[in-house]
């Protein structure tokens, strides 16, 4: 059984920063490519930024310069710095992995989500 969590959210003024984190918890192998994706009431899910098992990282434009995704691939787990937030990065932020299972195959996992406001 496998479990991925994130942490992090909350509420911050524009300009501000804050630090998800994302941490894959049970039978796991090993963490492949890791992708944050957000989503604002009445839009679709969007992918933010996305990393592979051996670092290479691309963004959204909307977040190129201020997000930066890192991992720590000894813990199981991948962060988003989110530096001078923006009214628009409000939304729920997900985390989604391909995870190899302990003597099993591939498979994708979803986080439950945190939320990110940020305010005026």
């Known amino acids: 059984h496998v479990q991925l969590v994130e942490s992090g959210g909350g509420l911050v003024q524009a300009g501000e920063s804050l630090t998800l984190s994302c941490g894959a918890s049970?039978?796991?192998?090993?963490?492949?490519?890791v992708g944050w994706y957000r989503q604002a009431p009445g839009n679709q899910r969007e992918l933010v930024a996305i990393?592979?098992?051996?670092?290479?990282?691309d963004y959204a434009d909307c977040v190129k310069g201020r997000f930066t995704i890192a991992r720590d691939n000894a813990k199981n787990t991948v962060y988003l710095q989110m530096n001078r937030l923006k009214l628009e990065d409000t939304a729920v932020y997900y985390c989604n992995a391909d995870i190899q299972v302990t003597g099993r195959e591939v498979a994708d996992y979803w986080g439950q989500g945190t939320q990110v406001t940020v305010s005026s």
């Open positions: 990393i592979t098992k051996w670092g290479s990282a």
């Open positions: 049970g039978s796991v192998f090993s963490m492949n490519t």
